[in-house]
């Protein structure tokens, strides 16, 4: 009995744009065996002539053409927008592929302005959507076969949670990327200890630890001091950032001059920091970590 590779097998078919009888070539079955295999995993059948001109050539169809992006947004990391939002989309984004490729981000309705930001900075008129049955939430899906296949180049996948790994970013983009990272799965607790109240920086990110000790590996490498949390019962594996100096260090590498980032993860920030340290911060030139160090008697 033959057994296909069904991730090879929509991967061939959706991005490499072959054929479902060039498919069933490379397993000795036939085109109908193949065809029958993507109608229970849900990937919709195109015909053979649409998925030539659609997937090879890049033509649009008629409803496609209706939806526009900047489709070479993510074809390479050259400033600020790019890293941030690649890091927001490996932390809190999804590739489907059951259909068409597609990118979705959900995110809650009180944060619609950051997909707006979003939008705005791919150059996109993908409607944004709240559903009844879900209020509290507010998406947006952007269809295009290159966005999402220079998406795909970085090392995203669908169901990526256990399986991502750090991409190749330029080092001077790092900080955008992590920063992304952190607005997408972070969050600033607060937590007793000895008697206080005192803040946690931590990203959960995902469930690849492989990420996680790159993630470590980074900041470590700047001088931030962070260990890297068990899964518990109830949590996914992060990254923890504990000691006050090196969580000023982190702010300060993660948001000096920046133009990027979800206002809502600040807040705890202005209540540990007081609302004009953080914004002298936000106003301030990026500084080198080196020249932090320096400052803060590291």
């Known amino acids: 009995m033959t057994i296909i590779n069904i991730e090879r097998a929509k991967w061939d078919y959706l991005i490499r744009g072959k ?21 229970r995993e849900g990937v919709c059948r195109r015909s053979n002539a649409k998925s030539r001109s659609y997937l090879l050539h890049g033509k649009k169809t008629r409803w496609q053409m209706k939806r526009h992006c900047k489709e070479e947004f993510f074809k390479e990391l050259n400033y600020e927008a790019q890293s941030y939002w690649l890091g ?10 059951t259909e068409c490729l597609a990118l979705d981000i959900c995110l809650k309705s009180a944060d ?14 993908a409607p944004i959507y709240s559903y009844p ?15 999402v296949t220079n998406l795909l180049k970085w090392g995203l996948t669908p169901r990526k949670s256990h399986t991502i790994k750090w991409p190749p970013i330029p080092p001077s983009m790092t900080r955008h990327f992590i920063r992304g990272v952190m607005d997408g799965d972070g969050c600033m607790s607060w937590s007793p200890r000895y008697g206080r109240i005192y ?14 000790r790159s993630l470590a590996k980074e900041l470590q490498g700047r001088g931030i001091h962070c260990q890297i949390r068990s899964a518990g019962s109830n949590n996914p594996p ?17 948001y000096s001059g920046a133009t990027r980032y979800l206002c809502r993860k600040l807040q705890p920030w202005k209540e540990c920091m007081g609302n004009d340290w953080v914004q002298r911060v936000l106003d301030s030139e990026p500084v080198e970590i080196q020249q932090l160090g320096l400052d803060l008697g590291l």
């Open 133 to 147: 049955s879900q209020p509290n939430q507010a998406s947006i899906r952007i269809f295009n076969q290159r966005f």
């Open 238 to 254: 992060g990254v923890r950032v504990y000691r006050n100096s090196d969580k000023i260090t982190y702010f300060r590498f993660l």
């Open 88 to 97: 927001f989309i490996f932390a809190d984004g999804c590739i489907s592929d």
């Open 112 to 125: 619609t302005h950051h997909l707006l930001q979003f939008r705005r900075d791919i150059n996109s008129n």
């Open 19 to 39: 054929l479902l009888g060039e498919i069933g070539q490379e397993y000795g079955v036939s085109k109908q065996a193949v065809h029958q295999l993507f109608e």
């Open 199 to 212: 803040p946690i920086c931590e990203v959960a990110a995902s469930s690849s630890i492989s990420f996680l």
